[in-house]
């Protein structure tokens, strides 16, 4: 079956530091790949995606890049901000648009200023 | 933000009972998801539906069953609810299978 494993944290950085969140995937066929943000008592909401292999998704200074070959998606940002703390999750679906989505754990970012 | 509103937000209830979740939707999206979310686990599916009266189990199904008699409403019951239901529950709904959109959840405790 499929399955996402991401490190779990807290990860603790501080303002301005450099963020890599390692992602990487178990899927039959050929999954969409998908990074989802959740803050504070809120649902999650989708910061970026990524439908084929070496496609690169990016929104707000977040990248991540579906590597086929090594079966990752690693979340990364060149300086983060306080604001940026929030529980982050990878995800994925390897089926149509039916198919639920697959997540991993969560992991939790701390950024203190 | 996509028009998708989970009722209620929280709730308590007694082990034993029913308890009916309600998902509303005004995007006249044709999937709908229900997850809960806990501790150590992420998200994990219980069911779905790709269309009117057309559902599904997810990973987590047991004790869960689901409805679905209109496009804008989805309804997950808990027959009779267990300890090991307390959780947060999220609905999501899609509309191409590449961009979901979440619900703001529903906190549900069993004492």
């Known amino acids: 079956g499929n399955s996402v494993t991401q490190m779990e944290g807290p990860v603790t950085l501080s303002e301005e530091a450099f963020l890599t969140i390692n992602c990487t995937y178990t899927?039959?066929?050929?999954?969409?790949l998908f990074w989802y943000v959740q803050y504070p008592g809120e649902g999650l909401q989708l910061l970026l995606k990524?439908?084929?292999?070496?496609d690169k998704g990016s929104n707000k200074g977040f990248e991540a890049t579906y590597r086929k070959e090594t079966t990752s998606f690693h979340l990364e940002k060149g300086s983060v901000q306080v604001s940026d703390s929030a529980v982050y999750f990878c995800?994925?679906?390897?089926?149509?648009?039916?198919?639920?989505?697959?997540f991993g754990k969560g992991t939790h970012l701390i950024i203190q200023p | 933000d996509a028009g998708i509103t989970q009722s209620p937000r929280h709730k308590v209830t007694e082990t034993g009972t029913p308890v009916t979740l309600r998902c509303h939707q005004t995007e006249n999206h044709r999937y709908m998801y229900w997850y809960r979310q806990d501790p150590g686990h992420g998200l994990r599916l219980i069911h779905y539906?790709?269309?009117?009266?057309?559902?599904d189990k997810g990973e987590v199904s047991d004790g869960y069953s689901v409805s679905r008699s209109k496009t804008e409403d989805f309804l997950l019951t808990l027959e009779s609810a267990t300890s090991s239901q307390t959780s947060v529950y999220f609905c999501?709904?899609?509309?191409?299978?590449?961009?979901?959109?979440f619900g703001q959840g529903t906190r549900l405790t069993v004492v």
């Open positions: 995800a994925l679906r390897s089926g149509g648009g039916a198919d639920g989505l697959t």
């Open positions: 899927a039959t066929g050929y999954p969409s």
């Open positions: 539906s790709y269309g009117v009266k057309d559902t």
């Open positions: 990524a439908t084929k292999a070496d």
């Open positions: 999501a709904i899609s509309g191409t299978g590449e961009d979901d959109f």
